[in-house]
């Protein structure tokens, strides 16, 4: 390959991705190495985007990176936020629409039967709803990502669409192998997800939870009524302790599903070792069908069509939010999103940039909230 670099991005995430860019853009040489979707967290159509979020850090990270959203897709050519909507069903509903107002969101309390009549979603579980108009909704991480990786390739990143097998020490900093050949770089960036393997041989205190996502083939309402993205707590099957969705969306194949996940009660975290066995699997059949009840219980309405499922992992930390810091003298970590990155991967990607320049943190959050905690 081509002559050392200041730094290189281990994983083509949407933090990793982000990262990029934003080292890119701020002059940095830059390598971004990462392969395909293949068993990442974004390879998927949809992934939930609002400024509400369950705490002020989650909204306040959601609320920088939704911002910069229009300037991603403008300068990228590729479009990839659809602005349709978000509604959260739980007890703290008035407490969301709070949190959203401080950070300049449009969120607000409605009923059950105004979420009927407009959505075609019956909720009958008494909790409290809260409706975000635009920006919520929910952008596609495939096209993400590649948008990030084109700003990232346009300010001058060397972009490795490939896998590395192996970080070692070298006499100039880091020596990164795999099938690109070598990289050299001075300082590396891991921001890899639950595939992360023993490439520095320090473990992170993170949890690899087990998901089984099930999709649905249909078009949505001929009516005019819109489907938000929905989180809701004590869904009517409640075997899942709450769900989350995607109104449909077009795959890669031209067809249109709706996509309902949750977190099944009692699952069992998978160690390094089961994650590819459990990615060529099925999932769960309980959470399937789970899933399914919830999925025709909340939209009775619906005509859905064959339905599917895939497997998918989140990975958690102790903390809740992503670990952003150094692990080592030159390795830095920008990993674990705990299910709730996606929104906000733009600006955890500029927060972990910032660990590599003169102040060494770039963020009015206190650095310590997403300190990395070691095994």
């Given at each position: 390959m081509s002559g050392p670099v200041d730094i290189a991005v281990i994983g083509r995430?949407?933090?990793?991705?982000?990262?990029?860019?934003?080292?890119?853009?701020?002059?940095?040489?830059?390598?971004?190495?990462?392969?395909?979707?293949?068993?990442?967290?974004?390879?998927?159509?949809?992934?939930?985007?609002?400024?509400?979020?369950?705490?002020?850090?989650?909204?306040?990270?959601?609320?920088?990176?939704?911002?910069?959203?229009?300037?991603?897709?403008e300068r990228s050519g590729i479009d990839f936020h659809v602005a349709c909507g978000f509604l959260a069903n739980y007890a703290d509903a008035a407490n969301w629409v709070k949190r959203a107002a401080a950070f300049g969101g449009e969120a607000r309390l409605v009923d059950r039967d105004w979420v009927r009549e407009t959505t075609g979603i019956d909720i009958t579980n008494g909790l409290g709803l809260v409706h975000e108009a635009a920006p919520g909704g929910y952008i596609q991480?495939?096209?993400?990502?590649?948008?990030?990786?084109?700003?990232?390739?346009?300010?001058?990143?060397?972009?490795?669409?490939?896998?590395?097998?192996?970080?070692?020490?070298a006499a100039d900093g880091f020596q990164l192998t795999g099938s690109f050949g070598t990289v050299v770089a001075g300082q590396v960036l891991l921001a890899t997800g639950a595939f992360a393997g023993d490439l520095t041989g320090i473990q992170l205190a993170v949890e690899r939870r087990p998901r089984t996502v099930l999709m649905a083939e249909w078009d949505g309402f001929a009516d005019g009524r819109t489907i938000p993205s929905l989180v809701c707590d004590q869904p009517?099957?409640?075997?899942?302790?709450?769900?989350?969705?995607?109104?449909?969306?077009?795959?890669?194949?031209?067809?249109?599903?709706?996509?309902i996940g949750g977190n099944l009660k009692g699952f069992v975290p998978l160690e390094q070792a089961d994650l590819r066995d459990w990615f060529h699997g099925d999932g769960n059949a309980v959470e399937q069908e789970s899933l399914a009840n919830n999925l025709r219980a909340l939209m009775p309405d619906a005509d859905f069509g064959a339905m599917s499922t895939k497997p998918c992992v989140i990975t958690g930390t102790e903390t809740g939010y992503p670990y952003i810091g150094w692990i080592d003298d030159?390795?830095?970590?920008?990993?674990?999103?705990?299910?709730?990155?996606?929104?906000?991967?733009?600006?955890?990607?500029?927060?972990?940039?910032?660990?590599?320049?003169?102040?060494?943190?770039?963020?009015?959050?206190?650095?310590?909230i997403f300190a990395p905690v070691t095994v």
């Open positions: 995430g949407m933090i990793g991705a982000a990262a990029g860019r934003h080292l890119a853009e701020q002059g940095r040489s830059v390598a971004l190495i990462g392969p395909g979707d293949e068993y990442s967290s974004h390879g998927d159509a949809g992934r939930i985007t609002r400024i509400v979020g369950r705490t002020e850090i989650w909204t306040e990270l959601a609320v920088r990176s939704i911002e910069r959203y229009g300037d991603i897709a991480p495939r096209r993400l990502v590649d948008a990030q990786s084109r700003l990232a390739e346009a300010a001058g990143a060397r972009v490795i669409r490939d896998e590395v097998t192996s970080l070692r020490t009517p099957d409640d075997r899942v302790e709450e769900i989350y969705w995607n109104p449909p969306i077009e795959y890669p194949d031209g067809v249109r599903r709706m996509k030159g390795i830095a970590v920008a990993r674990g999103g705990n299910g709730s990155s996606a929104k906000s991967s733009d600006e955890l990607g500029r927060m972990a940039a910032g660990l590599f320049g003169e102040s060494g943190w770039d963020s009015p959050l206190d650095p310590s």
